[in-house]
């Protein structure tokens, strides 16, 4: 029934930038915090930002003044603006409603994830 869907994945060149949305059912982003979380092979999912439904922002420190998460009420969607970009950033990112600063929960919603490649 909640549907949340990524989109904006490419390959940049290091320094580079990529806007990441999340278009998200409209019965969940309007009370549910947001988050973009991150892996690569043989890591653990890892919480790159946060949006509190307070409008309160949270970055992992290896991307902030980097990273940008907002979002846009009219049209649903979260977005997570990425600039600088280093070969590190490379993973899949997933979008993430209901989780908070701490992490996801056990009922929270996930998109099926954008890949992000960064490399010369």
């Known amino acids: 029934q909640v549907q949340l869907v990524e989109s904006g994945g490419g390959l940049v060149q290091p320094g580079g930038s990529l806007r990441l949305s999340c278009a998200v059912s409209?019965?969940?982003?309007?009370?549910?915090?947001m988050g973009w979380y991150r892996q690569v092979p043989g890591k653990q999912r890892e919480l790159v930002a946060s949006?509190?439904?307070?409008?309160?922002?949270n970055y992992v420190d290896s991307v902030k003044g980097r990273f940008t998460i907002s979002r846009d009420d009219a049209k649903n969607t979260v977005y997570l603006q990425m600039t600088s970009l280093k070969p590190e950033d490379t993973a899949v990112y997933y979008c993430?409603?209901?989780?908070?600063?701490?992490?996801?929960?056990?009922?929270?919603?996930w998109g099926q994830g954008t890949q992000v490649t960064v490399s010369s």
């Open positions: 993430n409603a209901g989780g908070s600063r701490l992490g996801p929960g056990p009922s929270d919603y």
């Open positions: 949006l509190s439904n307070g409008g309160t922002t």
């Open positions: 409209r019965s969940v982003f309007s009370f549910a915090a």
